[in-house]
């Protein structure tokens, strides 16, 4: 049994202003023993993104704007909890060498949500997302909340660790639901998900023969061609992010043709992403290249309710045996490679058993040693969180009216690219650790990314 007197003290501690939810976060935690948990194990891709660390600063960020100014009492509120629910969020990663663990700790809301009133919001975003966090430390996500000329700009940056982008989508647009309705109908914000992490969900609704076929997908073969923009060779850890937006009508019109064609929204991304990386580093139309692209397992799943925030994503490799002589052939290629890598129904699952047997057989340190021996970081990639739905992205009723998202920032010559779209709007960036040269080389690559699309 709960300490009503002691864990309403604790609350209050952390921040949680409004006596009716701290009673009904009190009653749904005593119904929830994930929730009384202080030490929490770290699931098989968190070890993976935890030994990341080696090739990258190990964040993810992401950015929703909204054309009104959110209560900011009631926000918090609803912050905590979540928090409450999903306890590893406000944990110390523990980086055992025999086996790494989430510690968890106390914590005021003030040390994840910070808010501002900045007079230039374009400075105040991007010195936020310059920003990492320890290991070590009590909050795994850092929240800004940025009030501007009568707008939200609520930014967030966390150890990837924790989730993934299909995972914020999952956690941001419960958050919304419970701030909604804590503000509209005084409903206390505690329906948030305590489900499991385990990258095993995956396989939950599969048949019992496919999930047997599924569990021996040992191999993933990583094409190794070496192409790369022209970095610089000066290792720097400053963070460097370089973006462009593509408008919602030259964009309908990129889908429009891709449609005509019988390619995707990533067939163009991916063409595009080819297009101009051939042109700054000067590929000829007869290289070969591969460009990685993200997939979420979430599409092997026919229920999303029951897992929690979490990690469950996986690479497929567009390949191409010649990059092509224009962005039309190019796009042929890429769409003829992605409809055939999306015939196997396996698709993303390939090495997933073959890891978490590295990570279970051995101590962590053992594991991380072996992994990384075969683990081939992609130095080109392409990461489409997708379309974001504005109606479940939305603040007592407020749609955003613009989103961001970008990426770890990683070590050269690692060039991941990260987008979305928002009101039709389609949105790309590069998280990177260079110098100002180095980011010259990025913005050289968006602008012939950019040109390439808008010229479909």
């Known amino acids: 049994m709960i300490d009503s007197k002691k864990e309403t003290l604790a609350l209050k501690s952390k921040g949680l202003t409004d006596d009716s939810v701290i009673k009904a976060l009190i009653e749904k935690k005593e119904k929830t023993p994930y929730m009384q948990k202080k030490r929490l194990p770290t ?64 914590y005021h809301i003030d040390d994840m949500v910070k808010v501002s009133y900045p007079d230039d919001i374009d400075k105040a975003r991007e010195d936020f997302f310059k920003n990492s966090i320890p290991l070590k430390n009590n909050v795994q996500m850092h929240i800004g909340v940025f009030i501007h000329q009568g707008k939200t700009y609520i930014c967030f940056y966390w150890n990837h660790m924790c989730f993934d982008g299909g995972g914020y989508k999952a956690f941001w647009t419960d958050i919304c639901k419970n701030y909604t309705a804590y503000v509209e109908e005084n ?16 396989y939950k609704d599969m048949s019992p023969e496919k999930r047997m076929k599924a569990k021996k997908q040992l191999a993933n073969v990583s094409p190794k061609i070496k192409r790369n923009l022209p970095f610089t060779d000066e290792k720097t850890e400053n963070v460097i992010i370089s973006s462009r937006e593509i408008c919602a009508e030259n964009f309908a019109k990129a889908l429009s043709y891709a449609k005509s064609v019988g390619a995707t929204a990533t067939d163009i991304v991916l063409a595009a ?15 070969n290249i591969s460009v990685a692209c993200a997939i979420d397992l979430r599409r092997h799943m026919k229920d999303l309710s029951s897992i929690g925030y979490t990690n469950h994503v996986s ?38 058993p073959l890891l978490n047997f590295a990570y279970k057989s051995m101590s962590y340190i053992q594991a991380e040693t072996a992994v990384k021996l075969f683990y081939n970081n992609p130095v080109l990639s392409v990461s489409n969180v997708g379309a974001i739905d504005t109606e479940a992205f939305s603040l ?9 998202v970008a990426g770890s920032a990683k070590n050269k010559p690692c060039a991941v690219m990260t987008c979305l779209s928002i009101n039709g709007a389609f949105k790309a960036s590069i998280c990177l650790r260079g110098t100002e040269k180095d980011k010259e080389v990025l913005e050289l690559f ?8 808008d010229n479909i």
Request: one cysteine or more; glycine letters at 4%; aromatic letters at 12%.
């Open 43 to 106: 699931e098989m891709y968190d070890k993976v993104n935890l030994m990341c660390r080696n090739y990258m600063d190990r964040m993810a960020r992401f950015e929703v704007d909204y054309d009104f100014v959110i209560d900011i009492e009631k926000f918090k509120n609803t912050v905590i909890c979540c928090l409450e629910c999903a306890p590893f969020m406000h944990s110390q990663v523990i980086n055992s060498p025999i086996t790494p663990y989430w510690k968890v700790s106390d």
């Open 187 to 202: 409903i206390p914000p505690i329906n948030f998900s305590s489900g499991s992490r385990k990258y095993t969900e995956v």
């Open 273 to 287: 992403y080819i297009t101009a990386l051939g042109k700054v580093s000067g590929l000829s139309e007869s290289d």
């Open 315 to 352: 690479f497929i490799h567009c390949a191409l045996e010649k990059k092509g002589k224009a962005f039309k052939e190019t796009l042929n290629l890429v769409s003829t490679k992605t409809k055939e890598l999306k015939q196997d129904e396996f698709i993303g699952l390939h090495g997933l």
């Open 396 to 404: 007592a009723h407020n749609k955003p009216f613009s989103a961001f």
């Open 446 to 453: 968006f602008t012939e990314f950019k040109n390439t699309i």
